[in-house]
């Protein structure tokens, strides 16, 4: 079911004043200053907290890329909600629902269905989208810790700014912690909002994924997260050895200490991009790229011509055949936003069916949900 309803659910107002809040408290800065030691707080702060969710909540709770104790999984578990980014198992299970749904009406932080903002962060205080199947994470809720820190989903987060407090005052709270938080927020928001949008496609994936330097250095490595839809089992996501991936540097420190180890690599048929897109994400790209074609103008045009020619309902899949977008034209709008691999041809092929089949249905008094399943 799509997201009708993009407005802040009542159960949410809770969270989204305590969201603006953090916001518009770092202009106390004004007041505390800015001191060195809060600036080296508030750094450090920000890659432990975002390593926390790129090396924790996301490569090894969501995608289970890597081996570790249980020990360091409540470690990096607990770093992960130092963020104020809600539990670690809500936050995979909805991680999990976005790779099955990518892209489609019911991906709740999809830009290419419900635009930047509510990708960006509006789904968080959406209800309905914000709802995780913890069904999909039984591996997850078997441990009690992980539960217990899932249900205290703000307690690291709080007890982070305590420390901060204590350690350099109120510009350590002021700067170290709440400039620290906003900006993981909008680090890790931007992987939702911006990295599908913005950036090249190495891969047909399904969706419309993107790989981007500049978010890969932001987002400590998420930034290839057209390498990361691909083959979603590897723990390192700049497949390249040019494509700075931060979060694997230091999972793989860390296995050499014995801390972490079984680092999933994409095996040599992958980087060569030899996978076999199955036929469901072929159709389903094909329906993202039919959507790039304005159905309605086409719909307008046909009644257009068959009320001037006075023409029967007969001469109607003709006229729909004339005004439907040529395979260039559709080929020539794909090759824009999806990589150009030869599995193109057969969803530019989906996609100009897709949309005549649309046109065609709406023509004949028919509402076809043209939903990416």
């Known amino acids: 079911m799509a997201y009708s309803n993009y407005e802040i659910s009542p159960k949410s107002y809770k969270s989204f004043t305590g969201f603006i809040f953090m916001h518009i408290a770092c202009f106390a800065a004004i007041w505390t200053g800015v001191t060195t030691e809060a600036v080296i707080l508030g750094i450090a702060l920000y890659v432990i907290r975002v390593f926390g969710i790129t090396g924790g909540f996301h490569r090894l709770f969501a995608h289970r890329t890597y081996k570790t104790s249980r020990v360091f999984q409540f470690i990096i578990a607990f770093m992960g909600q130092m963020s104020m980014q809600r539990g670690v198992i809500w936050w995979a299970a909805k991680h999990r629902e976005h790779h099955r749904d990518s892209d489609t ?213 003709e006229l729909v055949k004339a005004e439907l977008p040529s395979l260039d034209e559709i080929n020539a709008r794909a090759s824009k936003f999806l990589a150009r691999t030869d599995e193109l041809k057969e969803v530019v092929a989906r996609a100009h069916n897709h949309l005549a089949e649309t046109v065609s249905a709406r023509l004949n008094g028919q509402e076809r949900i043209a939903e990416a399943a």
């Open 105 to 317: 009406p019911v991906d709740a932080h999809s830009p290419v269905q419900h635009g930047f903002w509510f990708s960006h962060c509006g789904w968080v205080f959406n209800e309905e989208a914000a709802k995780a199947d913890y069904d999909r994470v039984p591996d997850l809720t078997a441990y009690p810790e992980l539960v217990w820190l899932d249900k205290n989903k703000y307690g690291p987060g709080i007890l982070t700014g305590l420390i901060c407090w204590l350690i350099a005052g109120w510009p350590g709270l002021v700067v170290g912690f709440f400039w620290s938080t906003v900006a993981v927020y909008h680090a890790t928001f931007c992987i939702n909002s911006l990295a599908h949008v913005f950036g090249r496609a190495r891969y047909l994936t399904g969706d419309e994924s993107k790989n981007s330097f500049l978010l890969g250095i932001i987002a400590l490595g998420e930034g290839w997260h057209n390498n990361h839809h691909y083959y979603m089992a590897s723990a390192r996501n700049g497949f390249m050895w040019w494509e700075i991936d931060i979060t694997y540097y230091i999972l793989k420190v860390l296995s050499w200490f014995g801390i972490v180890w079984d680092l999933k690599q994409p095996p040599e048929r992958i980087l060569k991009g030899d996978r076999q897109l199955p036929a469901h994400l072929l159709d389903r790209l094909g329906m993202l790229v039919a959507q790039r074609f304005p159905a309605d103008e086409i719909i307008a045009r046909v009644k257009t011509r068959m009320g001037e020619a006075q023409l029967p309902e007969a001469k109607l899949p």
